[in-house]
């Protein structure tokens, strides 16, 4: 199986930064895109920004030219540098890792417990 471990959560004020990291580890013969997702209280949970192997990097509206998502695919890692941020941006912030363990199976979803981020003064 796939482990998806995100981490580097915390109290921010606004306008301060925070860069989430996220680590997937198992038995992976290859990693397609990986992602960050955000839920907020009372609210579903939302794509933040998603990079595929190949680097090519895609946003929400509400987080571009503040946020930038990058990849390290030796360590099948993700990171995510977050600017400027307001406290709409509190939440918990979720892993996604599309890997392939078998390539008979195909890629599937795996994601990280969440880690919280909280934006306030």
């Known amino acids: 199986q796939v482990q998806v471990v995100e981490s580097g959560g915390g109290l921010v004020q606004p306008g301060g930064s925070l860069r989430l990291s996220c680590a997937a580890s198992g038995i992976i013969f290859a990693m397609n895109a990986m992602g960050w997702y955000r839920q907020a209280p009372g609210k579903q949970r939302e794509l933040v920004a998603i990079?595929?192997?190949?680097?090519?990097?895609s946003y929400a509206d509400s987080v571009k030219g503040r946020f930038t998502i990058s990849r390290d695919n030796a360590k099948n890692t993700v990171y995510l540098q977050m600017n400027s941020l307001k406290p709409e941006d509190t939440a918990v912030y979720y892993c996604?890792?599309?890997?392939?363990?078998?390539?008979?199976?195909?890629?599937?979803?795996?994601w990280g417990k969440g880690t919280l981020v909280t934006v306030s003064s």
């Open positions: 996604n890792a599309e890997a392939v363990t078998q390539p008979i199976l195909g890629a599937r979803n795996y």
């Open positions: 990079i595929t192997s190949e680097g090519s990097t």
